[in-house]
């Protein structure tokens, strides 16, 4: 069973920057699609950002351009760069790993854009 663990600072004033990371406690396999979803308060989990093992990835509306998820196989690490933060990307962020139909989530890392 994949563990997956988030790292990222979780303060940040509107319009700053912030990278979160997950560490897999096995291989990230090529044919793995990583993908990060967040949880605001009295919200649904959603996704902010997918990866696929073919190198193509996909976006919510109210990220892109502003987003960046990207992995790097050697560290067993997949990242999400935040640009433009905004109040309303405040949530708790998760790692998400599916393989092959097998679905693994890390513990979550809270966000918080505020001034």
């Known amino acids: 069973q994949v563990q997956l663990a988030e790292y990222g600072v979780g303060l940040v004033q509107p319009g700053g920057s912030l990278r979160l990371s997950c560490t897999a406690s096995?291989?990230?396999?090529?044919?793995?699609?990583m993908s990060w979803y967040r949880q605001a308060p009295g919200t649904e989990r959603e996704l902010v950002a997918l990866?696929?093992?073919?190198?193509?990835?996909k976006y919510a509306d109210s990220v892109k351009d502003r987003f960046t998820i990207s992995r790097d196989n050697a560290k067993n690490r997949v990242y999400l760069q935040m640009n433009s933060l905004r109040h309303e990307d405040t949530a708790v962020y998760y790692c998400?790993?599916?393989?092959?139909?097998?679905?693994?989530w890390g513990q979550g890392t809270q966000v918080t854009v505020s001034s």
């Open positions: 998400h790993v599916n393989r092959g139909g097998l679905r693994y």
């Open positions: 096995e291989i990230i396999f090529s044919i793995d699609i």
């Open positions: 990866l696929r093992s073919d190198g193509s990835r």
